[in-house]
Structure formats: structure tokens, C-alpha cells
């Protein structure tokens, strides 16, 4: 039972970042691998997303990092600062190791390069525009759209409709609108401001010229901000971030936002079944992981036996990120403004201390496995 074992037919339903990585990896080991996507037309949708040195390490495996790099922009630093300007965030990766850096990319830039890959292999066959909501699992086999498979891969993100056994789905009260710019006032910077919890806008330099900005904002305040108008909005915005390339902006419709959600599960696998990515364990973007730890799932796939070694595998990094992403975004993104005061007090003299530096760059990097422990770096 297993990505390494014998040669089986699997299909893997999502067609995303983990779905993609996963495809290629099966197809790799030789696997026969039937991909279902809902969207009949794929296009390269979203906004700039960090990929950290874990998730290169991954499209490095797939021989896909040049093409990737090519595509993006180096990050080298993270800076963040409230709205009087008390630095509350400043890392630089080099500070974990003189050659490491993030890479700002547009999701679609990532998605296409996938995507292509998948393309050219002719060991996937794509079925598009096939939306599953249901699989039947049996003693024999899996089976899903009238058709037997071996083993299937759940990797259709967070709002996924087939879920792991005992997951848990909760939607986080906090999402974001992003637009996307060309004026990028800070290159290699994914830079931050912070207004108490309750604002929060950072600019992400996601390649081609091209800058991701984000705005915090509670989901329920989506149809009062609507409301209100583009201008009252760019005010806000120039308000807190003054360098903001906001005036790029002509539509409210140019402006999307996206809900976060908390999915957790006490393990990712029934017998024939896997679930990766945002399917498995979506978190706030706050620490930057998700399509990193998308990537990490699809290798992890590659190298397991049997699932629950797959689960066991996984565990330690996925149940470390999803809590400290719990544990954090209130302090970003939150109603709760009296955290605040001391996050700005503590957080930017604790950046002296070479402990406290070096836990925020290895949860940065993506290598942490629990509060006191963490793999090598890649
Ligand atoms: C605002 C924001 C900023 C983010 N920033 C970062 C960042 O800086 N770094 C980072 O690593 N991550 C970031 N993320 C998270 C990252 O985008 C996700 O974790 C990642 O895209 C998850 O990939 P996935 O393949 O699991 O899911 P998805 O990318 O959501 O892919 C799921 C796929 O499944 C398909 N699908 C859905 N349902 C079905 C169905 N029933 N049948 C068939 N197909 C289906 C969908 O159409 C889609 O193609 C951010 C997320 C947000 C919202």
C-alpha cells in the first residue's frame, strides 16, 4: 500500500498545489494516476504567495525550482512595523544561513509551472471540469465518478467536501482582500503595518515586476466595506502605509478578498485514502506555509509505505504549524485590539535575543517540528 510499492492506479481529486505535486511524484514512481479537477478550464488565479526554502527543497526534487525561480521574486527580508512605526518584525533569512532566501510568486505563476509539468507527462490523465463530492471505500479499492482505483489522493484545498476522519472545519472570523501592483516600493521586502489587531496591509513582491498587496479584514465586514467605497478605503490604506502603490487601483471589482479557515484532523488517512494540503490542515496565511506544506505532503506521499506511516511522517510538522498559526494570528488579525499593546512592546527588543531570532527564522523557513525542536535545513 504504498506511492513507493508496486505499480496501482490512483486518482487524486484537486488539481491545486498538492494535487499537482502529487501527480508528478506518482507518475514519477510509476504509478498510473487519474487527476479530477472541477474547473474545466484551469487558469493561473490568486495572489503572491512566500514559497519558503522547505517548499523549494520540493520543486527542486521535481526539477522544477529553475523554472519556479524564474518566475518569482527573492524575498530576502520580513519587516513589519505599527502604524507609529515601532518595529515589531524584522528578519532576514541570511541571519538562518548566508544562501537562504523566500521566493514572492503569484499562486497561478507556481500553478502554471505545475500544471505544465503534469501536462508533459503522459502517465497523468487529466479529467477537467469533474467535480467529486463523494467516494465509496471498499475492501478492494476505492471508487469515485464510477470508477475503481487502487488508492486515492483528497487534495481539493480548503473547502474541500470530502474530509479526513474526525476533522474539524471552522471558517476564521479574519480573511483578507488582495489587489495585485506594479509599484513595488520595497523590492525584496515582503513588508508589513499593523494598526493595533484590527489593520493589518502587507505588500509581498510576487515576481514579474509585479507587488501582492493584502488588507486585513473581518469576513463580516466584507458588505459594509463594499459599501463604503474605493475611496474611503484607499484613505485607510494611505493612512497606515503611506508607500501603498493603492492609487493602482480603479475598481473595488480589481480587489478580492479571501476567507481563511482552520481545518484540523487527528490524522490524514483511512486505509485507501490520503487527504494533503489545504484539505488536510488549512491554516491562516499568517506564517506563510501553506503551499510549502502542500509540497512537503506530496513528497512525504512519495517515500511511505502505508498511510498511517504517511500520518505518523507528518504529524510532528503539521500539528506544530497549525497550532502556532492558531496561536498568532489573533496578535495580527483579530477583534481583540488589547493584544496589541503587548506585542509592541516585547516583540521587536525580543528580536535581540539570538533564541527568540533564531525560533521565528527556522518557523519562517518551515523547518520547525514543535516549539523546541525542528528538522534541518534544507
Ligand atoms: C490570502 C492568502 C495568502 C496566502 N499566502 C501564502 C503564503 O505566503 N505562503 C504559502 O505557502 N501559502 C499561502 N497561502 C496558502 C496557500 O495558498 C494554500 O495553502 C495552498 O494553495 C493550498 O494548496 P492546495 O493544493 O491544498 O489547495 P488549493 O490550491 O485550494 O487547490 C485545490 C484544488 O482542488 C479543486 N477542487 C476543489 N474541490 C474540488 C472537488 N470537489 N472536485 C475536484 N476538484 C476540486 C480546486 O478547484 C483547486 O484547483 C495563502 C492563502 C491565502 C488565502
Known amino acids: 500500500m504504498s506511492a513507493s510499492g508496486p505499480a496501482r492506479r490512483w486518482a487524486i481529486v484537486g488539481g491545486g498545489t498538492a494535487g499537482l505535486a502529487a501527480a508528478l511524484f506518482l507518475a514519477r514512481a510509476g504509478h498510473e494516476v487519474v487527476l479530477f479537477e472541477r474547473v474545466a478550464n484551469p487558469e493561473p488565479v490568486g495572489a503572491g504567495i512566500l514559497i519558503q526554502p522547505t517548499g523549494m527543497a520540493v520543486l527542486r526534487e521535481l526539477g522544477l525550482l529553475q523554472r519556479v525561480l524564474a518566475r518569482g521574486e527573492r524575498i530576502e527580508r520580513l519587516y513589519g512595523l505599527t502604524s507609529y512605526g515601532r518595529m515589531v518584525l524584522d528578519l532576514g533569512y541570511a541571519d538562518l544561513r548566508p544562501d ?47 470508477e475503481g482505483f487502487d488508492r486515492v489522493v483528497v487534495a481539493s484545498g480548503a473547502r474541500s467536501p470530502l474530509r479526513a476522519p474526525g476533522a474539524t472545519v471552522k471558517p476564521y472570523p479574519w480573511g483578507a482582500l488582495w489587489f495585485v501592483a506594479k509599484q513595488n516600493p ?21 515576481g514579474d515586476g509585479t507587488v501582492s498587496c493584502f488588507w486585513s479584514l473581518r469576513a463580516d465586514a466584507l458588505p459594509g466595506w463594499r459599501a463604503a467605497g474605493l475611496d474611503a478605503w484607499k484613505a485607510e ?12 487601483v480603479h475598481s473595488i471589482d480589481e480587489v478580492i478578498f479571501a476567507p481563511y479557515f482552520d481545518v484540523v484532523a487527528p490524522r490524514w488517512h483511512t486505509e485507501r485514502v490520503v487527504w494533503l494540503g489545504d484539505a488536510a490542515h488549512a491554516m491562516s496565511p499568517q506564517l506563510g506555509q501553506g503551499a510549502n506544506l502542500a509540497l512537503q505532503d506530496a513528497a512525504a506521499l512519495a517515500q511511505v509505505d502505508d498511510f498511517a506511516e504517511y500520518t505518523r511522517r507528518r504529524t510532528q510538522q503539521l500539528r506544530f504549524y497549525s497550532l502556532a498559526s492558531r496561536m498568532l494570528t489573533p496578535f495580527f488579525q483579530s477583534s481583540w485590539p488589547f493584544l496589541a499593546p503587548g506585542r509592541d512592546l516585547v516583540a521587536g527588543p525580543l528580536h535581540a535575543w539570538g533564541w527568540y531570532r533564531r525560533q521565528m527564522l527556522t518557523s519562517l523557513a518551515g523547518t520547525k517540528t514543535g516549539f523546541f525542536s525542528e528538522m534541518a535545513l534544507p
Open 100 to 146: 537562504l532566501f523566500g521566493l514572492g510568486i503569484h499562486r497561478g505563476a507556481l500553478f502554471s509551472v505545475l500544471w505544465d509539468a503534469v501536462c508533459a507527462d503522459s502517465r497523468i490523465e487529466r479529467r477537467m471540469g469533474v467535480e467529486i463530492t463523494s467516494l465509496d471505500e471498499g475492501s478492494g479499492g476505492v471508487t469515485l465518478a464510477g
Open 186 to 206: 520595497k523590492p525584496g521586502v515582503l513588508f508589513q503595518r499593523y494598526r493595533d489587531t484590527r489593520q493589518m496591509i502587507g505588500l509581498l513582491p510576487s
Open 237 to 248: 490604506v494611505r493612512a497606515l502605509m503611506p508607500e501603498a502603490p493603492i492609487d493602482e
